[in-house]
């Protein structure tokens, strides 16, 4: 399941980086909850939980259906 994730936060990486933020990856849960964290103008960005919940997670679970949720560590 770890690299499915991996392999779609590589695809919503250089969206993030045209806007001068990046994605990191902390953890996938054994019970489906990733963990991630938001970095450089996205870190700070009001509209974070915005691009996290209808940008990363949507397509995450879009793409691994055993994804529960998505939570952005700080």
Known sequence: M???VKTVID?????????GGDVELIEVTDDGI????LTGACGSCPMSTYTLRMGIE???????????GVEQVF
């Open 2 to 4: 770890k690299e499915k």
């Open 11 to 19: 695809a919503v990486r250089p969206m993030l980086q045209a806007d």
């Open 34 to 37: 990733v963990k991630l964290r």
């Open 58 to 68: 949507k397509r995450l679970r879009a793409a691994v259906p055993e994804i529960i």
